[in-house]
């Protein structure tokens, strides 16, 4: 497939999200445009993004041209944003919504990421030794256990387990809920100033220790912002939707602005203006304060238009599904798939780690279903 027919790859991302999307009449809106059947699907969505950005990350970083994909270079810190940003929200509207939710947490919340997190991790392991990969001597246990990320891909399952074991102590230490609120917000900004002073892995072969590199601190924060909305979510959506066309066009034109200045920070900047002597500390945080300003407006552009437009398809309830097992696992066909032509190799990604991902999901379900069933059984 030529680089000029890469288009398609925007007509299905567009088809996918839309297909039976649904716009409401003057004055109505639909409530439950941040419902769990509705961010999961977003999130099927967001995960099918992000697997295109890396794909157009490894054919530009290989030294060709990825055409119009281009623009997924350096657009795939919004796709996680989104992550975080409902992972927030369903956290703290979880804690507001159901009573005795923290007595449940751990149980609940930490099986449905370790266990996909191990098994996917095994699966990749397994994968790169079958595709040829030799291990040195001391990496096989490192790697096993998680302790440095064979698939540096992984960093956000570490991040956000534990991100929600911060959750869980503070709100259940701190009983006053503005404060708590407070409290994981200065906890969050200490966690990225440690990983953003910590710079980049160059130590190991995949570039795997825990929080070396921009990508472990740069959305970080949306899991904050999506808690704070749920935490003043009547009064965000009542201004939102008493000056809907104002809020809508405003958002619109800073996402616009912020896109292009995020793209000159990032070239003319960036977290690798680094070197011997000079870690690029001043330049890290300006190109952060940027990105970050960019991710946080186009997330809440995305809340905005939900509420006016029900995106909800039955591809959607099944992608978001599978979302974390295709998030954690895509990474072994990218480096791996034996697809010269570049168009291809995006195909067979794609139908490779959704025919996987099916696999691991329903065992993922089933070793969830069985730990939280013997939780039970023990207490």
């Known amino acids: 497939m030529p680089k000029e027919y890469y288009f398609i790859f925007y007509m299905i991302l567009v088809l996918l999200l839309l297909f039976k999307a649904k716009p409401a009449s003057k004055g109505v809106w639909f409530e439950e445009a941040l419902s769990l ?43 996680v944003g989104m992550f975080f940003f409902f992972s927030g929200y369903g956290l703290y509207s ?51 256990t998680g302790a440095i990320l064979m698939n540096n891909q992984m ?11 911060l959750f869980f102590f503070v709100f259940g230490l701190i009983k006053n809920r503005d404060a708590a609120c407070i409290v994981y917000g200065v906890l969050l900004i200490g966690l990225i100033i440690c990983s953003l002073r910590l710079g980049h892995d160059n130590t190991t072969p995949t570039q795997g220790l825990w929080f070396h590199g921009e990508w472990w601190y740069n959305t970080t924060l949306m899991i904050w912002v999506g808690i704070l909305f749920a935490r003043w979510e009547r009064q ?7 000056f809907y066309g104002i809020v809508l066009a405003v958002f619109l034109a800073l996402t616009a602005f912020l896109y292009k200045i995020t ?25 952060l304060g940027v990105q970050f300003s960019f991710v946080f407006v186009l997330v809440l552009t995305v809340v905005i238009l939900l509420q006016k437009i029900k995106c909800s398809n039955r591809i959607l309830d099944f992608l978001g599904e599978i979302a974390l097992e295709l998030y954690l696992v895509h990474n072994l066909f990218l480096l791996y798939m034996p697809v010269k032509n570049r168009g291809f190799y995006i195909l067979a990604c794609y139908a490779a780690s959704i025919f996987l991902a099916v696999i691991l999901h329903m065992i993922d379900k089933k070793l969830i279903k069985l730990v939280r069933m013997k939780k039970n059984t023990i207490q």
């Open 236 to 242: 965000i959506l009542g201004v939102i939707r008493k």
């Open 155 to 165: 960093w956000y399952i570490v991040e956000i387990f534990i991100l929600y074991l």
């Open 37 to 79: 059947r509705i961010s999961k699907g977003i999130l099927g969505f967001c995960a099918v993004g992000i697997m295109l950005h890396h794909m157009s990350q490894t054919i530009y970083f290989a030294g060709e041209d990825p055409g119009v994909l281009m623009f997924m270079v350096d657009i795939g810190v919004c796709f």
């Open 94 to 144: 979880s804690l507001r919504d159901k009573p005795d939710y923290l007595k449940e947490f751990l149980r609940n919340r930490l099986p449905a990421v370790l266990i996909p997190f191990y098994l996917c991790n095994f699966v990749f392991i397994l994968g790169s030794y079958f595709a040829g990969y030799h291990f040195k001597k001391g990496e096989l246990l490192p790697y096993l």
């Open 263 to 287: 793209l000159y920070m990032l070239q003319t900047k960036g977290y690798w203006y680094e070197w011997d002597g000079y870690p690029g500390y001043k330049e890290k945080w300006q190109t």
